[in-house]
């Protein structure tokens, strides 16, 4: 589930500045095995981008491919801090995960996109990092084209064997080339690295900051890690109990009372958009376009949009003006509406061939194979091996979940997956986080929020009601601004539960 917000990340480059390596077995560890890791002393130098400011510096560390095995090999993480702008007032690190799994985070703390509050920033050092395998850190590839990278795959029984063929190769491709490194890159050992660099930066807690995914990860550290958790937020919460193949099926089941709600919206505005009356009549003219586009596909914004096309699109129905916009677009593009599409559609160009890898050398499919190699290692055993099973599902969940229902539980490479070092974590403490979360987030449901609520009993949460979008803070004129820099500024959380409206009054 990656964050929409990482697309504009700033990628960072690394001066690969390192202490010396740590020492495999030695009598100095014999007592603490991470101790040749956890005294570590990283040397800061300027982040080799001309985009980064001068204030962000760059570090690499080594920690162990296999925390089982401390004295075998090592992998490097790629980390990045901003120190606290107000040293006096200073409280300690704040580690940042923008998402994915699969996203790199090496460059959020200078990315405006982050728009922390200048009250938070004088009291944290910010402290960015590419999880392992992504990014900077040791990334893997699995030599993935760009169409075996295109994971929306509705069900037809007419491609379902090619999809199962698909989901083995990706499998088979990413054990042929990330071999041993691939069963160790699950979410337990990134919380794992996040302690290291704990360590390594002298701090005897840590405070963390993370979206989507992300707040997945920080559940972790804080089932893994109890006293040294400080002041965790989570923005727009995965379910722990639902985390794998559960999360894609949420956001299916997410999908429909949206759509719901959008045609309800849309129908009171019928002089607008003019697609329909009542919101049965708005839902009758989407579905008669997914049928249109299903016998012959729409020209639109430069594409050929088939059927699927347009529902593999659910996300747009979290936010209501923004698809009454598009289906009325659609709608006049396919010849049956009355609100021209703006500006002219060009002839669709040819499929673009996979980019080159980065002038930093990450494989073009980095974000894909990390995000499976998580995805799939931590459940492996949570997903069903036969993909007749999948058929099944995806039949049963298209009747169920018209919108999406078969893209979630159709086959995935996690099928085929070899199996991942360890079980997942179980989430289930009394952590003391806040969380903040969208009525209509597409990703992450209200239901996993209020899951992750369940799982961290000592948590609160603020829900935005009529709030739309992945993803809260800051800077998208939430009323849960406020809490959450409070509760950053002063470990105070919120005396109870809390549901208010955007700032904006949507």
Same mark, same amino acid.
């Given at each position: 589930?990656?964050?929409?917000?990482?697309?504009?990340?700033?990628?960072?480059?690394?001066?690969?500045?390192?202490?010396?390596?740590?020492?495999?077995?030695?009598?100095?560890?014999?007592?603490?095995? !991470?101790?040749?890791?956890?005294?570590?002393?990283?040397?800061?130098?300027? &982040?080799?981008?001309?985009?980064?400011?001068?204030? !962000?510096? &760059?570090?690499?560390?080594?920690?162990?491919?296999?925390?089982?095995?401390?004295?075998?090999?090592?992998?490097?993480?790629?980390?990045?801090?901003?120190?606290?702008?107000?040293?006096?007032?200073?409280?300690?690190?704040?580690?940042?995960?923008?998402? +994915?799994?699969?996203?790199?985070?090496?460059?959020?703390?200078?990315?405006? *996109?982050?728009?922390?509050?200048?009250?938070?920033?004088?009291?944290?050092?910010?402290?960015?990092?590419?999880?392992?395998?992504?990014?900077?850190?040791?990334? *893997?590839? &699995?030599?993935?084209?760009?169409?075996?990278?295109? @994971?929306?795959r509705p069900y037809r029984a007419e491609t379902?064997?090619?999809?199962?063929?698909?989901?083995?190769?990706?499998?088979?491709?990413?054990?042929?080339?990330?071999?041993?490194?691939?069963?160790?890159?699950?979410?337990?050992?990134?919380?794992?690295?996040?302690?290291?660099?704990?360590?390594?930066?002298?701090?005897?807690?840590? @405070?963390?900051?993370?979206?989507? /995914?992300?707040?997945?990860?920080?559940?972790? /550290?804080?089932?893994?890690?109890?006293?040294?958790?400080?002041?965790?937020?989570?923005? =727009?919460?995965?379910?722990?109990?639902?985390?794998?193949?559960?999360?894609?099926?949420?956001?299916?089941?997410?999908?429909?009372?949206?759509?719901?709600r959008w045609s309800e919206w849309t129908a009171?505005?019928?002089?607008? /958009?003019?697609?329909?009356?009542?919101?049965?009549?708005?839902?009758?003219?989407?579905?008669?376009? *997914?049928?249109?586009? $299903?016998?012959?596909?729409?020209?639109?914004?430069?594409? !050929?949009?088939?059927?699927?096309?347009?529902?593999?699109?659910?996300?747009?129905?979290?936010?209501?003006?923004?698809?009454?916009a598009r289906v009325a677009g659609l709608k %006049? %593009?396919?010849?049956?509406?009355?609100?021209?599409?703006?500006?002219?559609?060009?002839?669709?160009?040819?499929?673009?061939?996979?980019?080159? %890898? =980065?002038?930093? $050398?990450?494989?073009?499919?980095?974000?894909?194979? =990390?995000?499976?190699?998580?995805?799939?290692?931590?459940?492996?055993?949570?997903?069903?091996?036969?993909?007749?099973?999948?058929?099944?599902?995806?039949?049963?969940?298209?009747?169920?979940?018209?919108?999406?229902?078969?893209?979630?539980?159709?086959?995935?490479?996690?099928?085929?997956?070899?199996?991942?070092?360890?079980?997942?974590?179980?989430?289930?403490?009394?952590? +003391?986080?806040?969380?903040?979360?969208?009525?209509?987030?597409?990703?992450?449901?209200?239901?996993?929020?209020?899951?992750?609520?369940?799982? !961290?009993? +000592?948590?609160?949460?603020?829900?935005?009601?009529?709030?739309?979008?992945?993803?809260?803070?800051?800077?998208?004129?939430? &009323?849960?601004? +406020?809490?959450?820099?409070? /509760?950053?500024?002063?470990?105070?959380?919120?005396?109870?539960?809390?549901?208010?409206?955007?700032?904006?009054?949507?």
């Amino acid at each position: 589930m990656r964050n929409t917000r990482t697309a504009i990340l700033v990628t960072l480059g690394l001066v690969t500045a390192l202490a010396p390596a740590p020492a495999h077995a030695t009598a100095s560890a014999a007592g603490d095995p !991470l101790r040749p890791y956890t005294r570590q002393k990283p040397r800061w130098q300027p &982040c080799d981008d001309a985009r980064s400011p001068a204030a !962000l510096r &760059c570090a690499t560390l080594k920690v162990p491919l296999d925390y089982t095995d401390p004295g075998g090999r090592s992998i490097d993480i790629a980390m990045s801090r901003l120190k606290a702008s107000g040293p006096k007032e200073r409280h300690g690190v704040l580690l940042l995960n923008p998402g +994915g799994p699969g996203a790199p985070g090496l460059g959020l703390p200078a990315d405006p *996109v982050l728009n922390l509050p200048e009250e938070v920033r004088r009291r944290y050092d910010l402290i960015g990092f590419d999880p392992r395998g992504v990014g900077r850190s040791s990334p *893997v590839s &699995c030599g993935l084209t760009a169409d075996e990278q295109r @994971s929306d795959r509705p069900y037809r029984a007419e491609t379902f064997a090619k999809d199962v063929e698909w989901a083995r190769t990706v499998a088979r491709k990413c054990r042929a080339g990330a071999g041993d490194t691939l069963r160790h890159l699950t979410t337990r050992n990134t919380a794992r690295d996040m302690d290291v660099i704990r360590a390594v930066l002298g701090e005897g807690k840590i @405070s963390y900051l993370g979206y989507s /995914y992300g707040t997945y990860l920080g559940a972790v /550290y804080t089932q893994l890690f109890p006293r040294r958790a400080d002041r965790f937020v989570l923005d =727009s919460a995965a379910d722990p109990a639902r985390y794998g193949r559960g999360m894609f099926q949420a956001m299916a089941e997410g999908t429909e009372p949206a759509f719901t709600r959008w045609s309800e919206w849309t129908a009171a505005r019928h002089t607008t /958009y003019g697609l329909g009356r009542t919101p049965a009549e708005v839902r009758e003219t989407f579905r008669e376009l *997914v049928a249109r586009a $299903g016998r012959e596909p729409i020209r639109f914004d430069g594409a !050929l949009l088939t059927g699927d096309d347009l529902r593999a699109d659910r996300a747009r129905f979290f936010h209501a003006e923004k698809a009454a916009a598009r289906v009325a677009g659609l709608k %006049a %593009a396919a010849g049956g509406g009355r609100h021209a599409p703006a500006g002219r559609t060009p002839d669709p160009a040819p499929p673009a061939p996979a980019p080159p %890898a =980065s002038a930093h $050398g990450v494989p073009p499919d980095n974000a894909d194979a =990390s995000a499976w190699a998580v995805l799939c290692g931590d459940t492996t055993r949570t997903w069903p091996r036969d993909p007749e099973r999948y058929r099944r599902d995806a039949i049963r969940d298209k009747a169920r979940y018209p919108l999406y229902g078969d893209f979630a539980s159709g086959i995935k490479p996690c099928a085929f997956w070899q199996e991942g070092s360890e079980a997942p974590a179980r989430v289930d403490n009394t952590a +003391g986080a806040l969380i903040v979360q969208n009525e209509w987030d597409p990703r992450t449901p209200l239901a996993a929020g209020r899951g992750m609520h369940r799982a !961290l009993r +000592g948590s609160r949460m603020v829900t935005v009601a009529g709030g739309e979008g992945h993803g809260v803070l800051f800077g998208t004129d939430s &009323c849960a601004d +406020g809490s959450a820099t409070a /509760y950053l500024a002063t470990g105070r959380l919120p005396a109870k539960d809390l549901t208010c409206g955007t700032r904006g009054g949507r």
